[in-house]
């Protein structure tokens, strides 16, 4: 009997034909790709796969045999990987088998990684880090001889951030030394799947196999409406009116997950929810990415054991390990995309064949309109695609200095490997050669006598000599790149978590805070703390986060494009719909309700002046670009100053004097031509360039963030990212890095495909013009937004002035 | 460009704030400049840190500058002329002090300034601690003393100013509260170190091209 079928007869469970699907692919020496949602018996797939291979070869006998490395697994989470561990040694002490499994994550300490290195397990649980730093030691070959296989769990998830670009590179160096390496993805529905695929297994796809779930699971979603529509709030993002009607959810359910979407509504709900119900204090907890990682462990470790009714959380809960005592999930507000909506509702009935269940709690009236589009799109397959880093030179530079400091490299072989990849796929020898330079020059392109030191050519192989340098390397590899955070910490030096630095510095000692569901009273700031005492005060502020500001994706877009042009056709099959009737007639009656085929641009003066509405359904994002756009286009014919205002489903142009629409229609300055010069133009790139360039510098290794509580010993060292991307923009315009920043903000910030496709699309609709007398629905939620970007022509010098004249004033 | 400066008056003397982030006192002829942090680039790059090779040039040039502009006889340096260890930069920095024998350097010393006395042995240049005038003393760090104004550096200073529309702007400035007058770092190098605005302070912002008083 084969170990998989005596395992499952002993835990008198039956295989799922997946499972044993994927186990013959394994068997015949295949690579390739899980479809599979979490809890769903996936690591036993791949695992029995992966123990079935190694005895073939190797024939358990009673002594332990040691044959190296065979496996190694990479989660993005740690969390994750500590689950994986335990289901997996469990196996092996089920079955008394000699395949040992050890763990390999940044909390492993020194002793127990030379261990591993001496003795090594038979697999390895890391993650992305790890492995660049086992890159980073000296005979990683030797340690990776023997390797058979490799796991790359989530990979739908590592493939959208740079950490994918650490696992490609990586992969491209494991199977330079182990050609007939086997490797498996597991990704949840993505709506690239075979893209990811490929991207992961790169020339080994060509014989790979897709093996998908046959466990459909339904997901239910039923929108939480108020009582009367019409008197529901036109504006807003935090929902709490409806608070009441989740009392009787979290009461009637085991565990309920509460998500919200960014971090301070997590904190003002759950102060919220304990005003109005007190019984559950002590039940209920909070968990975002901010607070300290021993009270997310606490509230992990008490979800586990079921002991909490509800927990209020943002993305910080959307990946790992399940929740058995979870069978509800609540998502307030706009979930801004369908994948992530379903592996929130994923969160719910784990057993297979269970029910999931969400409700959605809209935080507007316009908002409840998501509820049937997120339903649609689910019933149609409509899931957003991971969009894949490309030509990441601070990463390659990175993977470069890691060579170097173990065994070095050689060029031309680098080269081959590097291009293999496909975030390197279009990478010129000519690039690739800057880069090397600038690790070995500084990119000093004169030439002149120069003490620049890092890694170092000789008889034909590129090595890091100094071992100050290859210390410092081996630190900053796996840096987490954010804002300036500072620790939160009581009197008493115990952690509660991190906030921005920004927030604290405009707090003064006194002042009392919310946060981890706490109010806090500032005591003192010191070295990168702010330690804090409870306070009984019953008013705080919140920090506000940045970074929750996610757009609508595209798919989610178009369901609601969809959703309206349903109702416009009177094609009204859902609850969403009929409690949106009266609000979408107001539109209608006192604008107009555009259909697929048209765009609506509403025109109105109020106090403040003329606003100019477009409603584009397209995203955040997207709608920034398009604003800017159309207002460089404008002032091309006439000076204007505009302030701009966007949401979700439209943007906002308001201007001190009136734009002529007929002057915008008949020039065509909706046009899709010349978008990418145009939005270079027209937004400040230099600025966002400069924003995005800190996480560039950091993982290229110009920014060095200090030793582990010596921050003192390296300030010589350090310099801000502004101050690198002031002197590349100086003196290295060619600089990679600093194209790289631009490169980002296109594809990333702005979204420059998705926005081109949007005007191509704009291009073919009718436009409707409106001239309301006053807000419309559509309106209202943008005209009150406070965050305003400004559009204007003048130069950065008047900018200053005007600054200054209008401080001067006050 | 010479004559876009802020001028003050301190206890009798007049003072001209430049833009080059310096100070001249027309009575003496005499620049004071603070925290130039000299050497940085090659101190980077030594460190296996990738600063553009001409990174320094444009404190070279401002140097220059100030120096054919005002013709000054003496340079006061606040502390922080040079990053950190020895390195070529240095003798850079010696040549240029070469090239202007006319011109009396004295260096205050700053926490940065951690060279072998053997370096500063130039004929044109002086060390000390502290100097001590009248009614004005010159030293790094910001003094805790009530009886003279202090001209220091070592801070930093810059102010952080908010328009309309959300726009922000961080620019360095002059800093004055009545004993303690604070200078800009000269050296482009540097980051900033902003202050909370006070009413009882005086803030003067170095622009491109002049100085303004908030």
């Not at chain 1, 499972?19 to 015949?28: L, M, S, V």
């Not at chain 1, 360039?693 to 030793?707: C, H, M, N, Q």
């Not at chain 2, 990738?50 to 502390?79: Q, Y």
Request: aromatic residues 10%; glycine residues 6%; contains cysteine.
């Amino acid at each position: 009997m084969g170990i998989a079928a005596k395992w499952f007869k002993q835990k008198k469970w039956k295989p799922f034909a997946f499972q044993k699907a994927t186990w013959q692919a394994i068997d015949e020496n295949k690579s390739g790709l899980l479809n599979s949602p979490t809890g769903s018996g996936k690591t036993y797939a791949l695992w029995f796969g992966i123990l079935g291979a190694y005895y073939k070869k190797y024939p358990q006998k009673k002594k332990p045999k040691e044959n190296g490395l065979h496996c190694l697994w990479i989660t993005p989470l740690r969390a994750l990987s500590k689950e994986i561990l335990l289901a997996t040694q469990q196996v092996s002490k089920d079955l008394d088998l000699n395949y040992k499994i050890a763990l390999r994550t940044g909390d492993t300490t020194t002793a127990e990684r030379a261990r591993q290195r001496k003795k090594s397990p038979h697999a390895l649980i890391t993650t992305p880090e790890s492995i660049q730093l086992i890159l980073a030691s000296k005979e990683y070959d030797k340690f990776f001889a023997g390797l058979e296989f490799i796991v790359v769990d989530e990979w739908h998830e590592l493939m959208g951030s740079k950490r994918g670009v650490q696992v490609e590179l990586a992969l491209s160096r494991l199977k330079a030394i182990n050609p007939a390496l086997k490797i498996w993805g597991i990704s949840a529905t993505i709506g690239n799947m075979e893209e990811a695929k490929e991207i992961l297994l790169g020339d080994k796809n060509e014989d790979a196999v897709t093996i998908k779930t046959d466990l459909e699971k339904e997901i239910i979603i039923e929108t939480i409406y108020p009582d009367v529509v019409e008197k529901y709030s036109w504006v807003g993002h935090l929902g709490i009116k409806l608070l009441p009607k989740i009392i009787p959810i979290i009461e009637a359910s085991n565990t309920t997950l509460v998500f919200v979407n960014v971090r301070s509504q997590a904190e003002i709900w759950y102060q919220k929810l304990l005003e109005a119900a007190p019984h559950l204090a002590g039940q209920m907890a909070l968990h975002h990415c901010s607070l300290s990682d021993d009270i997310r462990k606490w509230v992990e470790d008490n979800l586990h054991n079921g002991s909490l009714k509800a927990v209020i959380c943002t993305s910080s809960l959307d990946l790992g390990v399940d929740f058995h005592s979870v069978d509800s999930v609540i998502q307030i507000g706009s979930p801004k995309g369908i994948a992530r909506f379903m592996q929130r509702a994923g969160r719910s009935g784990h057993h297979p064949g269970a029910l999931s269940k969400i409700w959605f709690v809209p935080t507007n009236s316009l908002e409840i309109i998501e509820g049937s589009a997120i339903r649609y799109a689910i019933e149609n397959n409509l899931l957003e695609n991971r969009v894949p880093y490309v030509r990441s030179f601070d990463v390659l530079i990175q993977y470069m200095v890691t060579l170097a400091v173990s065994d070095g490299f050689t060029a031309d072989k680098l080269f081959e490997e590097v291009k293999g990849t496909h975030c390197f796929k279009s990478i010129s020898r000519e690039e690739f050669n800057w880069c090397i330079d600038f690790i070995v020059t500084g990119g000093n392109s004169l030439k002149v006598y120069d003490e620049y030191h890092k890694v170092v050519f000789a008889d034909g192989i590129y090595k890091v000599t100094n071992r100050t340098i290859a210390m410092r390397h081996r630190l900053s590899i796996g840096t987490i790149v954010s804002d300036s955070m500072m620790h939160v910490k009581f009197m008493g030096g115990k952690k509660i978590g991190m906030v921005e630095e920004n927030f604290i510095s405009k707090l003064k000692p006194g002042d009392v805070f919310w946060f981890g569901g706490r109010n806090l009273e500032l005591v003192l700031v010191k070295d990168m703390e702010a330690r804090v005492k409870a306070s009984k005060k019953n008013t705080g502020i919140v920090p506000a986060w940045l970074g929750g500001r996610l757009p609508l994706s595209y798919q989610l877009s178009n369901s609601i494009r969809k959703q309206l042009d349903d109702y416009k056709r009177n094609k009204i099959d859902n609850e969403e719909l009929k409690q949106l009737a009266p609000l979408l007639k107001l539109q209608n009656k006192v604008s107009y309700l555009p259909g697929k085929n048209e765009l609506l641009i509403e025109q109105f003066k109020t106090r403040e002046g003329y606003h100019l509405f477009v409603y584009a359904f397209e995203g955040r994002f997207v709608h920034e670009g398009m604003a800017a756009i159309l207002a460089y286009r404008i002032g091309l014919l006439e000076p204007f100053t505009f302030s701009i205002a966007m949401n979700d489903y439209g943007f906002e142009l308001l201007s001190d004097k009136k734009v002529d629409i007929d002057l915008v229609l008949d020039n065509n300055l909706l046009s899709p031509d010349f978008i990418y010069d145009d939005v270079l133009k027209s937004m400040n790139s230099i600025e966002l360039a400069n924003r995005k360039f800190r996480d560039i510098a950091t993982i290229a290794g110009l920014i060095f963030t200090g030793y582990p509580g010596h921050q003192k010993k390296t300030r010589h060292i350090q310099a801000s990212s502004q101050l690198f991307f002031k002197v590349f923009e100086d003196y290295e315009k060619d600089n990679l890095l600093l194209r790289q920043a631009y490169d980002e903000i296109l594809d990333f910030q702005l979204e420059i495909t998705r926005m081109q496709n949007a005007f191509d699309r704009i291009s073919k609709q009718k436009i409707i013009v409106t001239y309301p007398e006053k807000p419309t629905p559509f309106s209202f939620p943008i005209l009150v937004d406070t965050l305003r970007e400004k559009f204007s022509n003048e130069e950065i010098q008047s900018r200053i002035e005007k600054i200054l004249n209008s401080v001067q004033k006050t | 460009m010479k004559y876009n400066y802020a001028k003050i008056e301190l206890l009798g003397e007049d003072i001209y704030l430049l833009p080059q982030k310096a100070l001249y006192r027309p009575h003496f002829k005499q620049l004071v400049i603070s925290d130039l942090h000299l050497g940085k680039t090659t101190y980077f790059r030594k460190q296996g840190i990738a600063m553009p090779v001409e990174s320094h040039v444009k404190d070279i040039d401002k140097l220059h500058f100030l120096f054919d502009t005002w013709k000054p006889l003496s340079v006061l340096i606040l502390g922080d002329l040079f990053h950190s260890d020895y390195n070529k930069e240095w003798l850079w920095f010696r040549s240029l002090l070469l090239h202007y024998p006319q011109i009396q350097f004295i260096l205050i010393e700053g926490n940065h300034d951690i060279l072998n006395e053997e370096n500063y042995k130039i004929a044109n240049l002086l060390k000390a601690e502290y100097l001590v005038e009248d009614t004005f003393i010159f030293s790094h760090h910001p003094l805790d003393q009530k009886n003279k104004i202090n001209f220091c550096g070592h801070v930093h200073p810059g102010i952080k100013l908010f328009g309309k529309a959300r726009q922000s702007i961080k620019l360095p400035c002059f800093y004055f509260n009545g004993t303690q007058f604070i200078l800009p770092a000269f050296g482009e190098l540097t980051g900033l170190y902003l202050l909370d605005r006070k009413e009882d302070s005086d803030y003067y912002l170095v622009l491109a091209d002049k100085v303004v008083k908030l």
